[in-house]
């Protein structure tokens, strides 16, 4: 099993910045790939995927619209992930998850094993 914690959301105007964190307990968190997903305000039952980065930080893969805003990154000497938001906007409004997999980076939020519990990130106009 791994636990994951999201934190670092947050009301931000638009145009500023928020890093999100995504700290991981129990088994090896290096051996794992990990993902950023999004929940939308009146969309709840669409999960869709930002960001990912391989166990070694080595691949990552970004959602069109957050690709030169966001970055996604990992330190597995802290067990923790990290997703970096530059130039934010109010659509990027959401519930923010961090999820773990096997293996290697997926878009697919089924192909992900375990999750966090969310963090809000609100963007005003």
């Known amino acids: 099993q791994v636990q994951l914690v999201e934190s670092g959301g947050g009301l931000v105007q638009a145009g500023g910045s928020l890093r999100l964190s995504c700290a991981a307990s129990?088994?090896?968190?290096?051996?794992?790939?990990m993902g950023w997903f999004r929940q939308a305000p009146g969309k709840e039952h669409e999960l869709v995927f930002v960001?990912?980065?391989?166990?070694?930080?080595?691949?990552?893969s970004y959602k069109d619209s957050v690709k030169g805003r966001f970055t996604i990154s990992r330190d597995n000497a802290k067990n923790t992930g990290y997703l970096q938001m530059n130039s934010l906007k109010p659509e990027d409004t959401a519930v923010y998850y961090c999820?773990?997999?096997?293996?290697?980076?997926?878009?697919?939020?089924?192909?992900?094993?375990?999750w966090g519990q969310g963090t809000q990130v609100t963007v005003s106009s």
């Open positions: 960001a990912g980065i391989s166990w070694s930080g080595g691949t990552t």
């Open positions: 999820a773990a997999r096997q293996l290697t980076v997926a878009s697919d939020r089924y192909a992900y094993d375990y």
């Open positions: 129990g088994r090896t968190f290096s051996n794992y790939a």
